[in-house]
């Protein structure tokens, strides 16, 4: 690995800009920091001296991911994931930029603790991290948090996590309140009372299996209650993960109607659906649950189509005491944030998506949802940077995994594509050896 910030040109590859539509055969080259130029035919008009010259045999350069929904345990549960092991998984995943959930402990819902993860990052994490800030205090979803005073101190967002905020009246001032700081506000689509204790998709596969279901109907009257909600305040909304067709349908017709909504969908509801679960296996047990394959079928199309925004990792790292244990007891969550784009690959290889749509869900739309350096290769933009050989064949070992948990939904999966090094703000973090 190496760790200083010479002038680095990436030559005879294949450069995907999604920012500007550009995907040509060329060079790219990097210095203090930056990306300096991309085009074909650099290295032949002369480059900086001492410049490290990469061939990279006509694999993929593109700008670095951006992963805008990963709970990291830091502070109070660094057992599950410290920034420093979350940002060596990102690193390995071609991720540069994480963007942290604040239920944390204590919750990222006062500036001092923004000030914590931020300092905590600088010193040990080897990618940028963002922390979100709180909605409500505590989470608790009574109280709305300081928003001006977090996204001050550096939140970049704002979220309850993987909690949703049940009381209509608090969520509309805080989308008003919201509205003040031009603060986006990300929100988990769940009615907990629906939920209720079902543990995966309701529906004929469930019953089978004898477990309690949670219907779509969960996520589609709740996103509908804050289409309306915004249609009321003005305020920039994200949906935080979109799982089924009518939420799609219900996302369509608020973009149509042109308010300021987005949303994502995790990288497991792209590529898995309910069936994946087999034998109760509790590493596909995730919230929302995995749905059954026509949803995937639709939520793949609407990626496709630009209905949905941003492809995440909803990396959730839980220990084994938590998931070997009977599907209806084990805790949900899968980590992600090291294989999301060998995933998304997936999707591109099938025929199913094109490339640069992938990369734009993946580093320029988040990068631009939540005012983001990063998401671009033009000249001047920050030099965070992926080599990615998307032909490579592997098989998923956990053990391999850099995160601190190896709870993946992906074990023992075959793959095709994989991140060859990892650039951030010009110095490489990341670098795969084979063998």
């Known amino acids: ?83 420093a092991t979350a940002s060596q998984a990102a690193a390995a995943g071609g991720v540069t930029t994480v963007v942290c959930q604040p239920d944390t402990n204590p919750v990222i819902d006062d500036p001092a603790i923004v000030d914590f993860v931020l300092r905590r990052a600088r010193d040990t994490a080897i990618v940028h991290v963002h922390p979100m800030g709180a909605l409500t205090k505590g989470l608790a979803g009574q109280e709305m948090a300081e928003i001006g005073l977090l996204k001050a101190a550096g939140a970049v967002a704002f979220t309850d996590g993987a909690r949703s905020v049940t009381n209509a009246q608090v969520m509309r001032r805080v989308l008003t309140y919201a509205n003040d700081f031009d603060a986006v506000i990300v929100h988990q689509t769940e009615d907990p009372d629906l939920v209720g204790d079902g543990v995966m998709n309701e529906g004929e596969f469930a019953a089978r299996l004898g477990l309690h279901g949670i219907p779509t109907a969960a996520e589609t009257v709740m996103l509908e209650r804050d289409v309306r909600l915004v249609a009321l305040t003005g305020a920039r909304y994200h949906a935080a993960s979109i799982t089924c067709g009518e939420s799609l349908e219900v996302l369509r017709r608020a973009k149509d109607r042109g308010l300021p909504v987005s949303a994502s969908a995790s990288i497991n509801h792209l590529t898995l659906n309910e069936v994946d679960i087999a034998s109760y296996r509790t590493f596909f047990k995730v919230a929302p649950p995995l749905r059954a394959e026509e949803d995937r079928i639709a939520l793949v199309r609407a990626l496709a189509d630009g209905l949905l925004d941003v492809v995440m990792s909803d990396h959730n790292p839980q220990d084994v005491e938590t998931k070997r244990l009977p599907f209806a007891e084990a805790a949900p969550g899968a980590i992600g944030i090291e294989t999301m784009f060998a995933a998304g690959l997936r999707l591109v290889h099938a025929g199913d998506l094109r490339l640069p749509t992938l990369l734009r869900a993946v580093s320029t739309r988040p990068a631009e949802l939540l005012g983001l350096p990063g998401g671009s290769l033009k000249p001047g933009s920050p030099a965070d940077v992926i080599v990615a050989d998307l032909e490579s064949p592997w098989v998923l070992d956990p053990d391999t995994l850099k995160s601190k948990c190896k709870n993946t939904p992906f074990d023992e999966a075959q793959l095709q594509g994989r991140v060859t090094r990892t650039i951030v703000a010009g110095r490489t973090v990341y670098e795969y050896v084979s063998g």
Not at 29 to 44: E, F, P, S, T
């Open 1 to 83: 690995m190496l760790s200083d910030r010479r002038p680095i040109l990436l030559t005879n590859a294949r450069i995907v800009d999604p920012s500007r539509d550009l995907d040509f055969p060329g060079d790219l080259l990097i210095a203090d920091g930056v990306v300096r130029d991309a085009k074909q035919g650099i290295r032949a008009s002369g480059v900086p001296e001492g410049t490290e010259v990469v061939d990279c045999k006509g694999r993929l350069v593109a700008p670095g991911l951006i992963d805008i929904r990963a709970f990291i345990g830091e502070p109070g549960a660094e057992y599950r994931e410290t920034l």
